[in-house]
């Protein structure tokens, strides 16, 4: 048992566990080696791999397939991970679909194969990744630009959970130059993309000869100047990584300044985030993924703070992970995905208040980080 937490606790974190278990075997072999995105019907029926390869989740459901190999040794885990592992050689070989989602698709394939596995060809294609990454990197502006086309200095706060794959590639090369560019990138992003109460931009327009700051549009928010809930969750949990990786304390210092603005929003929300912390009061929209994300991040700091803070963040995760398992989980063997209420984008007419892929994602993630499973796959 875990002795930081109450009896309440453990017994919640077992049953849960015991859950996801039962789910996860239906799941994969009903699903197997296609890539699921949102369930229709309760079944996961697109099939990703054939309708957009490129598209920026592929990674996370071969990331929840290794979180369960790893966790239970189940090889069916590891053989329809390993699938979709090879389907995803498609995009590398079309390039242009891909941008700075790179971290997100293969630190959670293949750079978890090789961590898990050691399979060569598995750091192959994560060493191809990196240096993609690394190649949309402005030298002058000092940051990696996002998205393709004309969006050439732009950077958004979701790249904070793909620059981890930068800091493994410099670890597995001993070639520093991976983190140079990590490093540089995110100083760039906690300058222009966090605000000094913990709030967040989603996108920063910069000069993309000078790096000044040119705008600051709304991006999957309510506005400019709003505070879109996954944002939040991205850059919390993702300068808790740059931390992990660097040991700098001001990228901890930043994670938790972003992890009170968050607890305090979902404090009077009944620990379930709105899409975003600045928006009309009517309509009310959720976004349960930014809630099992910033979980997954406040645990990350928990391992980083002294332990007379720890109680603080890891109090504030479980009771996140138990409102949302509460209103949002469905645990029907029968029925794809587990984490309802996921919403892609504030004024998103498609994708609101459903199963999302990375929900069920994160939230596995942290519950293996509870259950002291948690293997790194950042």
């Known amino acids: 048992m875990n002795k930081q937490l109450t009896e309440t606790e453990q017994q919640w974190l077992d049953r849960t566990w015991d859950n996801i278990q039962r789910k996860m075997s239906a799941q994969c072999a009903r699903v197997g080696d296609r890539i699921p995105y949102v369930p229709e019907g309760g079944r996961y029926r697109e099939d990703?791999?054939?309708?957009?390869?490129?598209?920026?989740?592929?990674?996370?459901?071969?990331?929840?397939l290794w979180h369960m190999y790893q966790a239970t040794g189940e090889p069916n885990y590891r053989t329809a991970a390993e699938g979709v592992e090879r389907r995803l050689d498609t995009a590398f070989n079309g390039f242009d679909g891909l941008h700075h989602d790179v971290g997100f698709m293969w630190l959670h394939s293949a750079v978890a194969n090789y961590r898990l596995t050691g399979d060569q060809s598995a750091k192959t294609r994560g060493m191809h990744a990196a240096n993609l990454l690394a190649g949309r990197y402005n030298p002058r502006g000092k940051f990696i630009r996002a998205w393709?086309?004309?969006?050439?200095?732009?950077?958004?706060?979701?790249?904070?959970m793909n620059i981890p794959i930068l800091h493994w590639a410099s670890q597995e090369t001993q070639d520093p130059r991976f983190a140079y560019i990590a490093v540089?990138?995110?100083?760039?992003v906690l300058k222009h993309a966090v605000r000094e109460d913990g709030s967040c931009n989603h996108i920063a327009v910069l000069d993309p000869a000078t790096g000044d700051l040119v705008a600051a549009p709304g991006g999957q928010g309510y506005a400019s100047g709003s505070s879109w809930s996954r944002g939040q969750a991205w850059a919390l949990y993702g300068f808790a990584l740059s931390h992990h990786y660097t040991g700098d304390d001001r990228y901890l210092s930043a994670a938790k300044r972003i992890a009170h603005y968050f607890i305090a929003n979902v404090s009077v929300t009944g620990h379930v985030p709105l899409v975003d912390f600045r928006s009309p009061a009517e309509p009310v929209k959720w976004d349960t993924t930014a809630g099992v994300c910033a979980a997954c991040g406040l645990l990350a700091i928990a391992d980083a703070v002294p332990e007379h803070e720890r109680s603080l963040y890891q109090s504030a995760a479980i009771?996140?992970?138990r409102a949302v398992d509460e209103k949002f989980c469905n645990w029907d063997v029968e029925q794809d995905s587990i984490v309802d209420g996921g919403t892609a984008a504030y004024h998103s007419a498609k994708h609101t208040?459903?199963?999302?892929?990375?929900?069920?994602?994160?939230?596995?993630?942290?519950?293996?980080?509870?259950?002291?499973?948690?293997?790194?796959i950042w």
């Not at 393709?148 to 904070?160: A, L, Q, R, Y």
């Not at 208040?353 to 790194?376: C, S, W």
């Open 48 to 64: 990703m791999g054939e309708s957009d390869i490129y598209w920026w989740t592929n990674g996370f459901w071969p990331g929840i």
């Open 148 to 160: 393709n086309d004309d969006c050439t200095g732009w950077i958004i706060i979701d790249s904070m």
């Open 353 to 376: 208040e459903v199963p999302i892929i990375y929900g069920d994602y994160f939230f596995i993630e942290a519950v293996l980080r509870l259950k002291n499973k948690h293997v790194l």
């Open 319 to 321: 009771r996140m992970l």
């Open 184 to 188: 540089d990138h995110a100083d760039t």
